[in-house]
């Protein structure tokens, strides 16, 4: 779990850096064009075996099981925002399949997990199994209709 928790830090510091080099003035080394530019490196496939997929079982058993001490609690924290930028990914470039079912489904898990990630920065139990449940239904229906082609 902790290489895959690397690998996404890893993924989104490189999306963050492409960010702030397009914010960089106009004269700065680079071309414009080549700073501002996101590089999606991973599959669609390589984000949901490595982030997405080891994420969201993290937040479904923190969801039937709460955590029972603080490093928990902040290690599900970390798992659900890691969730929840992996469905921004899943946004970018050529990853979206298209732009209206996928993006939404896309921006859903986003959401999902951002209320996990609140719901485990509160330390509340019961808002954390809800939002697990809610990511659960927005995988599943997702799952239904792009992993069915």
């Known amino acids: ?37 996101v590089k999606p490196i991973a599959t669609v496939e390589e984000i949901m075996k490595t982030m997405t997929i080891p994420f969201s079982n993290a937040v479904f058993e923190a969801g039937g099981e709460p955590p029972k001490d603080d490093k928990s609690w902040d290690a599900v924290r970390g798992q659900a925002v890691a969730l ?46 809800a939002a697990s449940d809610v990511l659960y239904e927005t995988c599943s229906d997702c799952h239904k209709v792009y992993m069915a082609q």
């Open 84 to 129: 929840a930028e992996s469905g921004n990914l899943l946004m970018l470039g050529a990853r979206a399949k298209d732009r209206a079912a996928w993006m939404k489904f896309s921006r859903a898990q986003v959401d999902a997990a951002e209320a996990a990630a609140k719901a485990a920065a509160a330390k509340n139990a019961d808002q954390l199994s």
């Open 1 to 37: 779990m902790r290489g895959s928790i690397a690998l996404a830090l890893a993924i989104l510091v490189g999306v963050s850096a492409a960010g702030a080099q397009a914010q960089k003035p106009a004269g700065s080394a680079r071309p414009a064009a080549a700073a501002s530019a």
